[in-house]
């Protein structure tokens, strides 16, 4: 069933959210990092990691990592376990993958395909933030506080190697209807998504 919506909502461009036991699940997202770009409206510089969050995520307060230092979070641990050539099966970012509870992403197997593809894309990140030629991490500065959509794992990989990220605003990108219209399905359960509605109602205030 679920592959025959996704494959229904992209053919008809239909993007389709709806409330699951962990959190917000979305079919054909309507924002994704290519289109991130738009939003840039400024360079912010290097940010050291203990200085930067993981962004909203759609999970309930239970399973989110919203407000979890990057330093914490299983990005982190992903990275220094690839940089140590390391298990990552067990990792707590895999067993969240593969749970549906590190972002919007439907839950995925952990296959030997998956892991190997993991450590190749870990190879070519790793060469290009050692030679400084990455994608800068995208923030937005919510509550005085710098929130990445778009970038984690470039972040994370910087943060085990002892660099602070180059970073760019990306902060109008919390006013995209797509995030709003997902805080809209948090208002209607409120007891199950208060850190996320804390952070937008933040986000509102930034307007004035």
Sequence with gaps: MKQVLSKITSRFEISMLFRSKIGIKCYNKTINSNLFDYFVVGKIGPIKADNLYIFSDGLTDIHTLLYCRL???????????????????????MKRLSSGTIDYRFPQRRSKHLMENTRNIFKEKIYLVQSGNYQPVKVCKIGGQYFIPDGKHTAALCAILGIAPICVDVSPLIFDSFYWWVYQMMLKEKENYRKHIRFFESAKASLF
């Design 71 to 93: 330093e914490d979070s299983p990005h982190v641990e992903l990275m220094h376990l690839l940089k140590e050539n390391k298990d990552i099966d067990n990792s707590n970012y």
